[in-house]
């Protein structure tokens, strides 16, 4: 109050309003010297198109181009000359392409057995992972958005420390946490009783210990989108149902969902997308063993494209990936978006 009260005596000084006047003046002279020129606004926004086109358009376009042909390595063959004056422009051919057509798309479909065995993989993490992570989620947002819980600052951010660890770094700590032989979870089960578990040498065992991670480091990124959500929906409509006479889960069911529907939506279509990208998990904790057992997809494009070379296949299956997440994005938008 006392601020404010300053504030309101320097603004109603005389001095104040010269000083001001002289400001939005000079502000007036100096934008009647600025030149018309037809067309600026886009020159102001140019950069950020020119960004988009060369680090996200151009290569998207490029994998779609690729994708029809088979990759023969680096070319030193000229693709454009443009004289501009003095200057002359000399654009390379990026590589020796050997055209292919759908013979890509015809081997990954029906034939590339392995390339079905990572689908299998990441479908696998996805329908175990994503509802898992998000009914935790929800639960561990309704807990710490209740009014009777204490230090609620404290507890939302030891719960999101795991979302700024290094993708690296934690799966090496899992990796070690996990190891059948010398690890401290088979070391606790031991130490209690029970048996230890080839966390990383069984197939199953290996995709539930990539669904644990994942979780663990995402569990606190969607509990603050829907804590975020929770914290909008209106009290009187709780103090609506209170007065009806329903019971806490009616006013979960037909309070609360209804009004974070859409940042429900957000959160089970990101975890989709972000699912079917897994690529450092396994890469690091399994390495995509044993036996293929958790070979993910984007890893299985980078063996083709950085291992093997097969840029061109490589690009093809990045394509199919594309159409598989963006079809269940589609379908979660459209039944999950009505009302």
């Known amino acids: 109050m006392v601020i404010n009260a300053i504030q309101t005596r320097v603004r109603s000084s005389g001095a104040y309003q010269q000083v001001s006047d002289r400001v939005r003046f000079a502000r007036q002279d100096l934008s009647r010297l600025v030149p018309k020129i037809p067309g600026l606004p886009y020159a102001y926004v140019s950069p950020f198109f020119i960004l988009f086109g060369i680090f996200l358009l151009f290569p998207t376009v490029y994998t779609l181009y690729l994708s029809f042909f088979n990759y023969l390595g680096v070319s030193n063959e000229i693709l454009l000359t443009a004289r501009m004056g003095p200057l002359r422009l000399t654009i390379p051919r990026i590589a020796n392409l050997e055209f292919v057509g759908l013979s890509h798309y015809e081997r990954l479909i029906f034939r590339d057995s392995l390339f079905h065995r990572s689908l299998f993989n990441t479908s696998f993490i996805f329908f175990v992972q994503v509802p898992l992570m998000v009914t935790l989620g929800l639960a561990t947002a309704l807990v710490l958005d209740a009014k009777f819980i204490r230090a609620k600052g404290l507890f939302r951010t030891l719960i999101a420390l795991p979302v700024a660890t290094g993708l690296v770094a934690y799966s090496t700590i899992f990796l070690l ?131 093997q070379l097969n840029l061109g296949y490589a690009s093809a299956v990045s394509v199919i990936l594309v159409v598989i997440v963006s079809a269940m994005a589609i379908v979660q938008i459209q039944y999950g978006g009505e009302t």
């Open 177 to 307: 946490l996990f190891n059948g032989r010398v690890g401290l979870v088979n070391f606790v089960l031991e130490s209690i009783g029970l048996s230890a578990i080839p966390w990383l040498g069984d197939g199953v065992w290996a995709r539930i210990t990539l669904v644990i991670a994942v979780t663990w480091r995402w569990l606190g990124y969607n509990m603050i989108i829907l804590l975020a959500g929770l914290q909008t929906v209106p009290q009187q409509l709780y103090e609506a149902a209170e007065i009806d006479g329903a019971s806490r889960w009616q006013k979960f069911r037909f309070v609360t969902l209804p009004q974070i529907r859409p940042v429900l939506l957000f959160v089970v279509v990101s975890s989709t997308i972000g699912t079917f990208q897994i690529f450092a998990e396994p890469y690091v904790i399994t390495g995509g063993g044993p036996s293929n057992a958790t070979i993910t997809v984007v890893q299985y494009i980078y063996n083709q494209a950085f291992l």
